[in-house]
């Protein structure tokens, strides 16, 4: 499930901070299935962060910066917005 579409400015990934909030949000408004979205999200944006930070430090940081697809996965799986972004 891969989604071709441009993406537009305000599309950034969900910041840890937003992401607690959820998870509080959806445990006291008892709803199980939201919680482990969001723990699953949670899951594989660090094994994504992982996955890269290892290409980066196997292959050097000019191997994630030539393709496209590793440059979208490290911007997903930041932890915090990047400066100059709401």
């Given at each position: 499930?891969?989604?071709?579409?441009?993406?537009?400015?305000?599309?950034?990934p969900l910041t840890d901070r937003e992401l607690?909030?959820?998870?509080?949000l959806a445990r006291a408004q008892d709803h199980?299935?939201?919680?482990?979205?969001?723990?699953?999200?949670?899951?594989?944006?660090?094994?994504?962060?992982?996955?890269?930070?290892?290409?980066?430090?196997?292959?050097?940081?000019?191997?994630?910066?030539?393709?496209?697809?590793?440059?979208?996965?490290?911007?997903?799986?930041?932890?915090?917005?990047?400066?100059g972004t709401t």
């Amino acid at each position: 499930m891969t989604d071709r579409a441009p993406l537009r400015a305000d599309d950034v990934p969900l910041t840890d901070r937003e992401l607690r909030e959820m998870l509080v949000l959806a445990r006291a408004q008892d709803h199980p299935q939201v919680v482990r979205l969001v723990t699953s999200y949670v899951t594989l944006r660090r094994v994504t962060a992982d996955v890269v930070a290892a290409i980066e430090e196997r292959e050097g940081g000019a191997a994630v910066a030539k393709s496209p697809l590793l440059l979208r996965a490290r911007e997903l799986s930041a932890r915090i917005l990047p400066s100059g972004t709401t």
